[in-house]
């Protein structure tokens, strides 16, 4: 069974650019979480999909950042403008939808903005 | 909100030796989940413990979870290389299928 599949692996960009990650989760899982994680820090949750649906995006901040699960498969993280203190890695996880399912997490992409 | 602390921040062993790495609550948890982390990379999960008293092992890595359920240990035994990275708690939100996580703890495991 492929894991989940995430891309790009990095990128480097200028702040007040825009930037767009893109995650495939495990086939069949119905549930998916863009979390960002800082270096040093725990990662924590941005937005949360049940199928195309958002559970939960209380901590997306969305003046900047949004996101799409169109089709209840692949989705799509975006951040327009970019800003310094968004340099974090950006991981994507998914789960078959049960509350107490194991989230598989992809490999991650890091975003540097200078 | 959930808070998790995880002790220590950083841990440097010999090759060979045991350690133990902490989780600590600040509310009881209903599931809580063992990550590992090589630099800039994935989470690879580890182990879920959900009821008291609870113990996993797999290999040579040992999870625990208290009686209480507000702390949980993970234990590493003789140590390896193969063992170095981050090592990541994450407590389950009742009711919110979400994780939240303690800040890591990096091992580092000197030949």
């Known amino acids: 069974e492929a894991g989940v599949a995430q891309s790009p692996r990095y990128k480097i960009i200028e702040k007040r650019q825009s930037v767009a990650f893109w995650c495939n989760p495990i086939s069949g899982h119905a549930t998916l979480y863009w979390y960002q994680q800082i270096l040093g820090q725990g990662p924590k949750l941005l937005i949360q999909?049940?199928?195309?649906?958002?559970?939960?995006d209380s901590q997306l901040p969305k003046d900047r950042f949004s996101a799409e699960r169109l089709k209840g498969v692949d989705s799509t993280l975006k951040i327009q403008p970019a800003k310094l203190e968004d340099s974090a890695v950006y991981l994507c996880?998914?789960?078959?939808?049960?509350?107490?399912?194991?989230?598989?997490f992809g490999p991650g992409t890091r975003l540097t903005v200078l | 909100s959930q808070e998790l602390e995880q002790s220590p921040q950083s841990l440097i062993v010999q090759e060979g030796k045991n350690l133990t790495i902490n989780c600590t609550s600040s509310k009881t948890l209903y599931g809580l989940y063992w990550y590992k982390q090589k630099y800039g990379e994935g989470l690879i999960f580890l182990m879920m413990?959900?009821?008291?008293?609870e113990e996993k092992s797999h290999e040579k890595i040992t999870a625990k979870l208290d009686e209480k359920k507000q702390q949980s240990s993970l234990h590493i035994t003789a140590s390896q290389p193969s063992h170095a990275g981050i090592y990541l708690c994450?407590?389950?939100?009742?009711?919110?299928?979400?994780?939240?996580f303690g800040q890591g703890t990096r091992l580092t495991i000197n030949p």
């Open positions: 994450g407590a389950l939100k009742w009711g919110a299928q979400k994780l939240v």
């Open positions: 413990l959900q009821k008291g008293g």
């Open positions: 996880a998914s789960t078959r939808g049960s509350a107490t399912d194991t989230q598989y």
């Open positions: 999909f049940q199928n195309n649906g958002v559970v939960d």
